[in-house]
């Protein structure tokens, strides 16, 4: 429930609290800071931020800065507003605050090195994604003509797993990606089981389960389960991860006798 309170820009007198955790840039310390905005309802953690960028003053009534953050589509689709809401790692677009206990605490994405403020790099996750090739190789820009298809059944559970959009939830909440962890985490691990399925994608089928037999690999994984709680579009991440260990096991007997 929104809080109350004697600014209330909207005619209600609710404000919403906010506590951000803060950063100027990439070597500085971070901090925490309060603010409070007005109530409308239907807002998300987006609306909020954006009450702060127009009106930069805290809850002390002191001058400060806007908070910087990322958001592309606000439709919970390209994955760019990732940051930790109450504990736990989720999208601001589709988080209401209707939903939040308040004050609501906001926080950066711990396992990404932070930018500034709610921004983070997520360049370790990307890195992941080019060492296992998570594109199907198609050379040439002139037609091809259509591609091979799918069966059914396949393509049913292949098209949930195309739905993940990159946005560092799971290796968020994931226990064995850290600083101290070479471990590329659950969402490029459930990539190669979607390329490898792809009909063309398979060519390379062998090449990516080697790329994930090597360090920071399948094997870092602990099982811990805690990626498919927090998957914003709920894909079965377990599922992925268990089929990958048979294959990884299978290409580990091949590569034995072969």
């Not at 609290?17 to 007005?38: D, G, T």
């Not at 988080?95 to 403020?117: G, K, N, W, Y």
């Not at 390379?204 to 920071?216: D, F, S, T, Y």
Request: a neutral charge; proline letters at 8%.
């Amino acid at each position: 429930m929104a809080g109350s309170g004697s600014n209330g820009g909207s005619g209600s007198g609710k404000t919403i609290n906010l506590i951000i955790k803060r950063q100027k840039n990439a070597n500085s310390q971070p901090y925490q800071e309060e603010f409070q905005v007005p109530y409308r309802p239907n807002m998300n953690i987006i609306s909020a931020l954006i009450e702060i960028q127009r009106n930069p003053v805290n809850a002390k009534g002191e001058p400060s800065t806007p908070v910087i953050w990322e958001s592309v589509c606000l439709e919970e689709v390209c994955g760019a507003c990732s940051m930790v809401i109450n504990g736990k790692p989720r999208q601001a677009c589709s988080s209401l605050i209707d939903q939040l206990e308040q004050p609501i605490r906001i926080e950066p994405l711990s396992t990404f090195p932070v930018v500034r403020d709610l921004a983070v790099d997520r360049q370790r996750m990307f890195d992941s994604l080019k060492k296992v090739k998570a594109w199907i190789p198609i050379d040439g820009t002139h037609d091809l003509g259509p591609g091979p298809r799918m069966p059914e059944n396949t393509r049913r559970w292949a098209y949930e797993l195309s739905k993940c959009m990159t946005c560092g939830c799971c290796l968020e909440a994931c226990p064995n990606v850290n600083d101290h962890s070479p471990f590329m985490g659950p969402a490029p691990l459930s990539q190669v089981r979607l390329f490898n399925t792809h009909p063309t994608g398979a060519m390379h089928k062998e090449e990516r389960l080697e790329a994930i037999m090597g360090e920071g690999g399948i094997t870092t994984c602990g099982n811990s389960q805690n990626c498919v709680e927090v998957c914003p579009k709920g894909i079965e991440l377990t599922t992925s991860l268990a089929a990958l260990n048979r294959q990884v096991t299978i290409q580990s007997f091949k590569n034995f006798f072969g």
